[in-house]
Structures are given as structure tokens and as C-alpha cells.
């Protein structure tokens, strides 16, 4: 078993691809870090989500029902940038695109490089090695949550196999970087951090559509 992302069409996949290349090449801060002295190699797509506070609630109610992310199509496409030739493969940036719907075309978002990425492909690679993908198939993707600071893979099994989020370095809330933790579990934790932090201008919190049990809404991890 395994984890697995969703196939692009290989046209779009291919557009992707093209845009991230003119971009960070003529970038010279990032030029002078992935195009020499060794080139880079694009990883497999991976979709990721960004979900403000009310997106936040709606994925609550969707992962109690068993949906997670599936709801929801991706706020864009991540590529793990990897040093080409170096042993094993390193990754040392990567770059977000989206689909722009109305023209068609690919959206560069943004590169970065540094530790992140490295965090990143460790974190998956960890995950795979965790007796919960051996056993079982997940599609893998992205949750960033910025409000509350949030960089997160979510696995989401196939069939009954469960759904996870694994918290990327660095850390907050008292989570472990690149431990397998119940979605539901540490959502409903991230919750309760939500309706407790100040809000701009007293804006209501949006309750998920279905209440949180009281006897659940406080985990210790």
C-alpha cells in the first residue's frame, strides 16, 4: 500500500511544468540556488488546500461525515523542487501553480527554497514508512490553515482506511512535526484553539453544522 496523488492531464500537468521553469530561472535570487551549478527536477504535482477560518468550519462538518478535503478543489498544485543527480535526491525548494480558469492557462503562485521543502519530502517520506500506509491506501495532499498557523499533509485513506494529518516543522500547538494524528482527532482540537483566539472586529465564529460533542472538544495529544 501506498500514498498517492491525483494525475493531472498530461497537458496541464506539461503547462505547469513549463511556467515554474521560465519562472524561477529569471528570478536571480532564486536562479543563483536551483539552476546552478546543478539543475533541478520537478517532483509529482501535489494539490494543496488554503482554508481561511470559515472554510476551516466547513471542513469540520465534512470530515465528521467522513469527505475531508474532497469537497473542495485545490487552492493549487505544489512541486517539490529536487536536485537532479545528487544521491539520494534532495529537495531544496518548491513552487506552487494554479489553473486559471478563465484563460486557461497555469498561474505561477510562488517558489521558495529552503528548509521547508526538505521538511516536506521527509515528512512523506516518514509517512510512508508508518505502519498505517502500509497497510492501507491515502491520497496525499496539503492543508495550510494560516489563521492558525497550520502546514499540515493530509492523507485520506481509500474506502474505510481512515484520514490523517501529519504537522509540518516547525510545529504549533504542542503537535509533533511529521506524527500521524486522526484528522478528526486534531481538528477538533484546532477548533477549540479557533473560537478561543480574538477575532477582528468581533466577527462571529461560524459553528460547524454539526455541534461538537462537549465530552470531545478538549484533546490532549
Known sequence: MALHLHELPRVIRAMFEEAIIQEICVLPSVSEVLCAPKPVILS????????????????????????????????????????????????????????????????????????????????????????????????????????????????????????FLVPLRPAYHDLNAAQLYPAADLLKRLYEVAVNQPRMNNAPWDEPTDPLPASEQVYQI
Open 44 to 163: 509529482a504535482p501535489i494539490p494543496f488546500h488554503v482554508l481561511d477560518l470559515e472554510e476551516f468550519s466547513y471542513l469540520i462538518t465534512q470530515t465528521l461525515h467522513g469527505e475531508g478535503l474532497r469537497w473542495r478543489e485545490p487552492t493549487g498544485w505544489r512541486f517539490l523542487l529536487m536536485r537532479k543527480n545528487a544521491m539520494p535526491h534532495t529537495a531544496v525548494g518548491y513552487a506552487d501553480v494554479a489553473l486559471d480558469l478563465e484563460s486557461n492557462s497555469a498561474q505561477f503562485l510562488q517558489v521558495s527554497c529552503g528548509q521547508g521543502a526538505f521538511w516536506m519530502a521527509q515528512a512523506i517520506e516518514q509517512a510512508e514508512g508508518t505502519s498505517e500506509v502500509k497497510a492501507k491506501d491515502f491520497d496525499l495532499s496539503i492543508l495550510e490553515i494560516p489563521a492558525l498557523s497550520l502546514d499540515a499533509l493530509w492523507l485520506q485513506g481509500h474506502a474505510s482506511g481512515g484520514s
